[in-house]
């Protein structure tokens, strides 16, 4: 089954040939009808990955216009979305001692 990602090429329709991520930014209405017909007409709710279901949901929270069609899926994301890695804290007698030169 087909599963696209952010950076994949949309295989058929009116933006055939262009990635998901340059549909989005261009017409991010269409994702957002596409996934909700591909579910109606044949129960297909993994068509896209959870992390661009989660930018539709997040775009239809944010779109008035949007909202009154469509309702966001919540589709659980199994990665973290975050392009950074998240710090480490050090325990604070270790930032402590180190912040004074004792280790």
């Known amino acids: 089954m087909l599963r696209l990602e952010l950076t994949d090429k ?3 329709g ?3 040939g262009q990635t998901v991520e340059e549909i989005y930014k261009q017409d991010a209405g269409y994702l957002v009808w596409l996934r909700q ?5 044949n129960g297909d709710t993994t068509f896209f990955s959870p992390e661009v279901s ?3 949901d997040m775009t239809i ?3 008035s216009h949007l909202a009154r069609r469509y309702k966001p899926w919540d589709v659980p994301v199994t990665t973290d979305l ?3 890695p998240v710090p480490q804290e050090r325990p604070p007698e270790t930032a402590y001692g180190g912040m004074w030169g004792m280790m």
Do not use: G, M, Y
């Open 10 to 12: 949309l295989p058929f």
């Open 14 to 16: 009116k933006h055939k």
């Open 37 to 41: 017909k591909r579910k109606d007409d």
């Open 54 to 56: 989660a930018l539709l």
């Open 61 to 63: 929270r944010e779109s």
């Open 82 to 84: 975050r392009t950074e």
